[in-house]
Each structure stands twice: as C-alpha cells, then as structure tokens.
C-alpha cells in the first residue's frame, strides 16, 4: 500500500471518528427512526417518483407536475418543521463544513493557494477584505 493510500485511509478513520460526523450518524438515525419522519420521507419519495415518471412520458401532462410538485413542497415543510428533521439538517451542516475545511487544506498543500468562497481568486491584492 503506498503511503498516499495509507494517509487517505488515515484521513476517512479520522473524518469517521470526528465530532461531526458522529453527531450527523446519530441525528440521522433518530430522524429515520421517527415514524412521522419515516413516512413523509415516504411520501416525498413517492411523489418525487410519480414526477419523474410522469416527465419521462412524451406527453407529459405540466399540470399533473405542477400538482405533485406542489405536494413534494408540502410534505417538503412538513419534513423542514419536525424538530429531528432540523437536528438532522443542521449536523449535516456541520459535517459538510469539516470536509469543505478538509478540501481546502488538501488544496493548500497541493497548489499552494488558499481557496476561498464567493468569487475569490485568492489574490489580495484587488480585495477589499475577507467576510
């Protein structure tokens, strides 16, 4: 095993064993282990079926999709309000933070350049500062 592949398996046993991603396994299995939660998960699935099933269809009726969208934002708010869904949410958040921190340190080693969001080039010259 190269010590390239013996660091990146390094780096997922660490990314596994962090905060983050041990709170985002756990809110995710209280989430799907709540009935409510599992059966509009349920039915947005359904309905996310039923749209794709009816725009594949060379004839596709735009208000049959309009209807079933309307009811995927429906149950879609309904997930968005239950308090195990938020927790969910917000830990995935988080975890999806770690990595992007994780990224933009492997880009730092790698090019040498700081990544940054929102348009950045990096360069600070032109820059009327970070936010």
Known sequence: MSTVTEC???????????????????TENAAMSDPA??????????????????????DADPDEIARYGREMDEVQQELNAMPAVDAMTASRQKFSELMNQVNRVLEFIITGEVAQGGG???????????H
Do not use: D, H, T
């Open 37 to 58: 939660v599992a059966n509009a998960m349920s039915r947005f699935l359904e309905l996310k079926g039923k749209v794709n099933e009816i725009m594949g269809q060379p």
């Open 120 to 130: 950045c080039s990096g360069n600070c010259g032109a820059c009327g500062g970070c």
């Open 8 to 26: 990146a398996r390094a780096l997922g046993e660490a990314i596994v064993a962090s905060k983050e991603y041990q709170e985002m396994q756990i």
